[in-house]
Nanobody, 118 residues
């Protein structure tokens, strides 16, 4: 089993920056990719960014068009941590952000609230 714990959420003004962290524990050897999703009130959960964590494609990233150029996903394998650096934040970025890990199964964190004020 894999457990995911997010941290780093909070309140920030538009144009500011925030970094989220996701710590994975348990059977992390089974994970091949991790990512961040977000869900705003009244909207479906959407993919924000992904990163491959093992194999030949380790380090390959992908982003939603809405965050390209503003958000950066990275990893620290030694500590089984994935980060999401968010810059130039906009009010529409306000959402609960969830860490995701995928291997043989999919795993989710509990979520961390990000609120961007105007």
């Amino acid at each position: 089993q894999v457990q995911l714990v997010e941290s780093g959420g909070g309140l920030v003004q538009a144009g500011g920056s925030l970094t989220l962290s996701c710590a994975a524990s348990g059977s992390t050897f089974s994970i091949t990719a991790m990512g961040w999703y977000r869900q705003a009130p009244g909207k479906q959960r959407e993919l924000v960014a992904t990163i491959s964590t093992g194999g030949v494609l380790a380090g390959v990233t992908g982003y939603a068009d809405s965050v390209k150029g503003r958000f950066t996903i990275s990893r620290e394998n030694a500590k089984n941590i994935v980060y999401l650096q968010m810059n130039s934040l906009k009010p529409e970025d306000t959402a609960v952000y969830y860490c995701n890990a995928r291997g043989y199964l999919a795993y989710w964190g509990q979520g961390t609230q990000v609120t961007v004020s105007s």
